[in-house]
């Protein structure tokens, strides 16, 4: 072999080793861009992040001023009761005297301080928010830097705002801390914060900036609802829990200045950790949630001493929203209600109803019927499967029939047959035909022209032949399911029509827990 020739060959392997190293940072150059787009899609298309599509508002009445607040003591006489304790003592007999704002210059848009795009609570905030048809926009709580944009042609953008971590709002650099307030002040824009203690917190501290102290890491029993808190609206003044409250990371709030109203109050289940605050009897109620009248700098706030997981925070969280927009945005107190208990006479034998269970059913609906007037449970029945248990469940059967005319009923296939599996009309209608005939031969009143199929199924996606036969046959007019325009997130249902048949919105809810709502809600 010649110099030349190898010299050639060197050049050669050279060459191809400086291709290989061109592919390779062209791979890596092509990895980071299609990394980059599709985290930019990612981000851009979280819900957490961006604004929601446009929705409809709710309409409680209500313009763009208020007068917010009036309560007295004891000594007052009017509230006609003693008024509730806030942790420390309490001047007898004052008058709350809280101006009339006005938040009518804003957008009925609320302004959401989230901690991250991915946190939890922040997350639990706009699912409530979405469910209540609530316009929102969040943004990253700013500890320094720019704050967004809080007005456009004379015009505020945000009608509330709320902080995740109320800790975010007070710690605010001193030019974002008085942007902010200077707004709130002018456009007549509450706050709502949260405090969530964590292994980090502080046992005892003063709220920076405010006569208001926050003691963490607290076990509480015994909520109660304080009658004479102004923001009240769905929630009732009742006590409705009694026992301990989940957790031993409660926050309570101590104040003796009279701009601080207690919402939510409870009692420590110990003394001790209250022990430096003075003594007191161990039946002391502490509050957990305060309303700020504004009588300190102007501002009104709903401070929670927790997160949203307390059901009860729920009702208080919707009801500050309500009460810091005027009403702007708010939940009617109109509730309709609709509970399908699907599936009668359908089970395995031991899973089926007795006599024992409907008592109870029957039992149930009394009790709710003291809540919600003529509330009736809706049965959706498969008459194939009557008697097709065991005796006892046998007599269950017999029992319901003898009770058919104190409940609703509804035709929910014969067999329990999926309809989309079946192309054929003519099939379909014979099916209901058998059903039908079942109920004239039973009493079962069925002229509510209501339906139900199995696993909502065939209804969206449409099956046209499940519609036909559903007018046909039963004269079908309103339907319902789970599913349009897809099955999760349950707060993003919606209802349609479709040839002629409505199409509601259909939520899977716990019984019980419809009457928890209940009990503490002015329907």
Known sequence: MTMGSGLGILKLLRGVRQLELHRLILALIIFCLLSMAFLAYYVSNSPKIKDPPPLPFSDCGGGGGMLLGVSTGAAGGETGGQRLPLFLPVRQ??????????NSRTEPVVL?????????????????????RFHYRTEIAPAKGDMPTLTE???????????????????????NRDLLDKYCTEYGVGVIGFFKATENSLHSAQLKGFPLFLHSHLGLRDYRINPNAPLLYITKPNQVEQGSLP???????????????PVLLATPKSSDPLAH?????LQTLYATVVQDLGLHDGIQRVLFGNNLNY????????DAIGYLTGKRLCLSLDRHILVDVDDIFVGKEGTRMKVSDVEALLNTQNKLRALVPNFTFNLGFSGKFYHTGTDEEDQGDDMLLQHRKDFWWFPHMWSHMQPHLFHNVSVLAEQMKLNRVFAQEHGIPTDMGYAVAPHHS????????LYEAWKFVWGIKVTSTEEYPHLRPARYRRGFIHNGIKVNAHYWIDICFIFMILCVSDY
């Open 311 to 318: 059901w009860l925070h729920k009702l208080v969280f919707v």
């Open 277 to 281: 605050f003075g003594p007191g009897p």
């Open 153 to 175: 042609h004379n015009r505020g953008r945000y009608v509330l705002i709320i902080y995740e971590n109320v800790l975010k709002y007070v710690n605010l650099d001193a030019w």
């Open 112 to 132: 959401v301080f989230v901690e991250s795009i991915y946190s939890q609570m922040g997350q639990e905030i706009i699912a409530i928010l979405e469910s209540s």
């Open 93 to 102: 007999g004052r008058l709350h005297e809280v101006k009339t704002i006005d």
């Open 458 to 465: 065939g209804v969206y996606p449409v099956h046209t032949q």
């Open 247 to 261: 957790g031993d990371d409660w926050t309570i709030f101590l104040s003796n200045h009279s701009t601080y109203e």
